[in-house]
């Protein structure tokens, strides 16, 4: 589901009620972690970041809703809570937004927050910004 807006504001306004207020909820939980978190528009989804890094992104797919996180490797310390979900390298798909799945994404998103320098994947973002 692509959605032409020009910021954050216009994209969530876009969506249908469900999905607004799911998303929402979700950058809730991500101002609430990172009160100094930074929201723009990127590839097309709100897009958060710390100090100048992206760490995530939330966004409305065709069908289903996801929360990417950018330094996927840092999902490995939650291998055994992701079973349950519908994932790729970097997002978790979900289609309604439940209580634990809120629980889960408060504790990704201050985990990531926290240690995306560690990561294995820091740096590279800029780097292949740089070359498109």
């Known amino acids: 589901m692509k959605i032409a807006a020009a910021d954050p504001e216009a994209y969530f306004a876009a969506l249908p009620k469900d999905r607004r207020e799911a998303l929402l909820e979700i950058r809730n939980v991500i101002r609430t972690a990172w009160p100094k978190v930074t929201e723009d528009l990127r590839f097309g989804m709100p897009t958060y970041h710390l100090d100048g890094n992206a760490f995530c992104a939330v966004a409305s797919q065709k069908n289903f809703m996801a929360l990417y996180v950018m330094h996927h490797d840092?999902?490995?310390?939650?291998?055994?809570?992701?079973?349950?979900?519908?994932?790729?390298?970097?997002?978790?798909?979900?289609?309604?937004?439940?209580?634990?799945?809120?629980e889960l994404f408060d504790r990704i998103v201050k985990y990531t927050g926290s240690r995306y320098l560690d990561?294995?994947?820091?740096?590279?973002?800029?780097?292949?910004?740089?070359?498109?």
């Open 74 to 102: 840092l999902l490995n310390a939650f291998h055994n809570d992701l079973r349950a979900y519908d994932r790729g390298r970097s997002c978790i798909r979900f289609r309604r937004l439940e209580p634990p799945t809120v």
């Open 119 to 132: 990561s294995l994947m820091h740096g590279k973002q800029k780097a292949a910004a740089k070359v498109r």
